[in-house]
């Protein structure tokens, strides 16, 4: 199905399942521990052999030798594999890193062995045993001081943000110069790490030369094809299945050392073979979201008015890698006629830099929307009313683009108004609640929706049963349910009549899971795929198609009523289509938006930081789950506050590698760090984004919450911290007087 | 690589040594395998796991966890870190929550485990795993088993007047409160960021219970 033209009337607009709070249809597994995650499939193949991986123990160099003798010679070993065997092997889709093979070491914990043994401990003994001899080089390490080589890159994150390596709209120095009021400023974000619960994993088994992956991956086509190109085989040759994901974040969106080293392992085994990244392997072995130093300016009139408005952002990556395109929010969020945003890279040796859950954005929004509370407070504007009044309806770069829809200004107003925005003291540093000063901050979020061509396959048979196969995943997202209310409303069921089937890469190729744009693109797909099915079920029964209601398990066409099993008495009928997308993205922008709202209080002693309350309002589209949607925003909201407070990689600048590298020293937040959040969806449809009349919001829970809480801990303590996290050292000294 | 008596450790003192400090530095390389020349070192434990008596031969580096996941194939409990910093190998044994990962299987002879798998079913949910489900308690569902084993864990130990850092008065009965709440769990990490719904399905079971 093209996709074409604004949706019309279509029976998702019945809203019998779609847009209701759905639990979700796998709870009753996850929840009970039988939801099988990629490490534990005991059942698909006998006989499995145990991996352990060995990482590089310098950041950059070559392998001279390694010493695998104790190794091989180790009880219950079945093979030693290293990275000396074999050729340096292929990059799969967006890998910057090759994940195996060949001397050269790129990054510190880069994969240069593998042990396959009888059991888990015997592997992991035997590995212990492994004496690599390095030839390190000196590496990069320092963003810093590697910024001032930085060179303009242009690039597309692939999750829905980019820029060329230096974008301009009118004349920017010019305005900025005649600007009433300026301000010119520089943040910086720090390295992060997805940190993702379930660690990588892998099983694999060969049967000839035909390769399964039971694996954990966000992308099943992207997949299987980079899985191919890697391993020089075809791609129908390779399976990969992925039913259930424990977290991915972006760390799992391409494939990763433990899928190639098992499929590897596996061939030099003779046997399947199961293997996960350790936890102190995957900081340094996988991808991370790369540090940042944005310089923001913004000009503007007297009464608030943006003349000019830059905002550059230098990071740093491996040789061929990307940057990190933090400015790409700034071309569209605010009014203004003077623009210049620019992205640098620094060549760095630190591990790869990759996409991490709203990849641009998360980091971009954290400086720019401080930037906008720092320009208000200039301005002697309240913040909420300075963002509403340079909101723009067009791409300000291209005002022939207007936007799908955009309420921005909704999100902001009705935000302020549920969060008692008008009780915030504009002075800072003036409430005191006890030992605590308190304060609120607000920030706009916003993040691109994507369309991407998505297909599903559905089936009915003589009990009325729907089963729907897609390989898109659920990586916590809801998908499973969304799926299966998609399915219920337009085939006129209940949910228990349908049953879901994801994952796997036998099935039609999906969106998959990544920059938000799964819900809206796969359920489209699998509607597709149901307005195929109803043609055939009415066909079968027949009735005119155009005529025909479905509607309580039963087909009706005039004063007719069929069960809708009856079409499938015959035989299955199954029917196989896809959502496609015409030119509706390029002569609309589409996007989501959020107006974030915290409160905090600072221990006035100590300068420990507290989220007391948090908010987001937000409009993308129609809800399809307004449950799991809701935990969706709630869990970006979580993860912006580790961004804002204390996720940070910690560099080792001398030996090239980040520290932390487990979930001990590496701090998210947890249960204790966390109040209770609310999240309020604007009631509205966008026809532009699909059938489904749906955005995401997987990822606009994260865009623009590190900021809002940034701006909270400014209101409660007028200190602006402009490097996060924003840890109590950076506070301490500069707290007002406790008495 | 100091040898602190490599040839004089009789196999036995390399299993008391392995459960002793499993990561100690300097263990001579045959012992950090825990072999002796004709393989690893085996052990017999018996335990109750989810109320069935089980027998199993280990290796005796396997963990608690390892034991369940991989021998008997109770994979409910998840291994997010191994290292004891995320809980969600969390086990309920002899009555206290426990990370499974810090703990070896042949030290939990004649224990009593209880792993999500033997809270409920998905034909027969236990009340905390129904909590979760209602309040959408969870997203990806991987560390899920270990919060709901904590989170019952928990409400057990507030029954049983077991105070906590967040507890004001240690003399009094401490509540089911959402401070309360959240301190506890908080060695369960979630990455999704459910907190918010977590807290809010134990509070709805604790008032049930209260």
Known sequence: ?739 | MPNFGEIELSRRDVVAGAAACAAATGVPSSARAGTGPEGPVMAKVSLTVNGERRELELDTRTSLLDAAREHLRLTGSKKGCDHGQCGACTMIVDGRRINSCLTLAVMHQDSEVVTIEGLGDPRGLHPMQAAFIKHDGYQCGYCTPGQICSGVAVLAEIKAGIPSHVSADLNARPEATPAEIRERMSGNLCRCGAYSNIVEAMTEIAGRQA
């Not at chain 1, 006998?46 to 392998?63: D, E, F, H, S």
């Not at chain 1, 390694?66 to 093979?79: F, R, S």
């Not at chain 1, 990969?240 to 391409?254: E, Q, R, W």
């Not at chain 1, 906008?372 to 300075?386: I, N, S, T």
Request: glycine share 10%.
């Open chain 1, 1 to 739: 199905m093209k996709f074409e033209t604004p949706a019309g009337q279509n029976p998702i607009d019945q809203l019998k399942v779609v847009g209701r709070s759905t639990d979700r249809i796998d709870g009753k597994y996850k929840t009970t521990g039988t939801a099988p995650y990629a490490y534990e499939r005991h059942d698909v193949v006998p006989n499995q052999a145990y991996g352990y991986v060995l990482g590089a123990g310098i950041a950059k160099g070559r392998l001279r030798g390694m010493d695998v003798a104790a190794a091989w010679k180790a009880p219950g070993v079945l093979a030693v594999l290293t990275t000396l065997d074999i050729p340096k092997l292929g990059l799969g889709k967006m890998n910057t890193a090759n994940l195996f093979g060949g001397a050269e070491v790129q990054h510190y914990h880069q994969a240069i062995a593998v042990v396959v043994a009888e059991t888990f401990e015997q592997a992991r003994a035997a590995s212990f045993l492994i004496r690599p001899d390095y030839a390190p080089e000196d590496g990069r390490f320092d963003l810093a001081a590697e910024a001032r080589s930085a060179k303009p890159v242009g690039a597309d994150s692939a999750e829905g943000s980019g820029g060329g390596p230096e974008d301009r709209v009118g004349d920017f120095e010019g305005a900025f110069a005649a600007a009433a009021v300026k301000l010119d400023e520089t943040y910086t974000t720090p390295d992060e790490t997805h940190a993702m619960l379930e660690p990588h994993a892998t099983i694999a088994a060969w049967q000839g030369d035909r390769l399964t992956l039971w694996t954990s991956n966000q992308m099943i086509a992207w997949s299987k094809g980079s899985v191919a190109k890697i391993l020089g085989i075809p791609p129908e040759n390779v399976r990969v299945d992925s039913p259930y994901i424990g977290g991915g974040f972006g760390a799992k969106l391409f494939v990763r050392a433990d899928a190639v080293i098992a499929a590897l392992a596996a061939k030099a085994a003779r046997r399947p073979v199961k293997l996960a990244l350790t936890r102190p392997l995957i900081a340094n072995n996988t991808t991370h979201r790369p540090a940042t130093i944005q310089r923001i300016r913004i000009g503007a009139t007297r009464d608030g008015t943006i003349t000019a408005i830059a905002h550059e952002s230098t990071s740093g990556n491996l040789p061929e890698g990307r940057p990190e395109t933090a400015v790409d929010q700034t071309k569209l969020l605010y009014a203004g006629a003077n623009r210049l945003t620019a992205m640098r890279l620094a060549r760095l040796d630190l591990p790869e830099g990759n996409a991490m859950r709203a990849p641009g954005e998360a980091p971009g929004l954290m400086a720019l929307e401080v930037a906008m509370d720092e320009m208000a407070e200039r301005l002697g504007l309240d913040p909420v009313a300075f963002r509403v009044k340079n909101d723009t309806q067009v791409d300000p770069g291209h005002p022939e683009r207007r936007f799908s829809h955009r309420d921005l200004v909704g999100c902001l107003r009705l935000g302020a108004e549920r969060f008692g925005w008008a009780r915030r003291s504009a002075k800072p540093g003036q409430v005191r609640d006890g030992q605590w000063l308190v304060g609120l901050g607000v920030a706009a979020g916003f993040r691109n929706n994507l369309l991407t061509k998505s297909a599903a396959r559905v089936r009915l048979d003589g009990r009325g049963i729907l089963t729907v196969e897609t390989d898109m995943t659920d990586i916590g997202t809801g998908s499973y349910t969304i799926i299966a209310q998609t399915v219920a409303e337009m085939m006129g069921v209940s949910l228990d009549q349908v049953v879901v089937r994801l994952g796997d890469s036998d099935f039609p190729a999906s969106a998959g899971s990544g920059g938000q744009w799964g819900a809206n693109n796969a359920t489209a797909g699998v509607y597709a795929a149901c307005v195929k099915l109803r043609e055939a079920v009415a066909q079968r029964l027949g009735v005119n198609s155009a005529d025909a209601a479905f509607a309580d398990g039963e087909v009706r066409a005039g004063n007719r009523g069929t069960p809708l099993a009856q079409a499938a008495a015959a035989g299955e009928l199954v029917a196989e289509d896809g959502i496609e997308y015409g030119d509706i993205a390029k002569s609309h922008q589409q996007s989501t938006f959020a107006g974030h709202f915290v409160e905090v209080g600072v221990d006035v002693d100590t300068a420990e930081v507290r989220v007391r309350r948090m908010l987001a309002v937000c409009a993308a589209g129609r809800i399809l789950n307004p449950k799991s949607a809701r935990s969706q925003v709630i869990g970006g909201m979580t993860m912006g506050v580790g961004s804002a407070l204390m996720e940070e990689l910690a560099v080792d600048k001398k030996r090239g590698f980040f520290v932390n590298h487990d979930l001990a020293t590496y701090e998210v937040p947890v249960h204790a760090d966390i109040p209770h959040q609310e999240v309020i969806f604007l009631d509205e449809v966008d026809p532009m984004s699909s059938p489904m009349k749906a955005k995401g919001v997987g990822e606009l829970g994260i865009c623009g919450v590190g900021a809002a809480l940034a701006n909270a801990v400014y209101n409660a303590t007028g200190v602006r911290v402009r490097d996060y996290p924003i840890t109590l050292d950076k506070l301490l000294d500069r707290l007002p007087d406790a008495a």
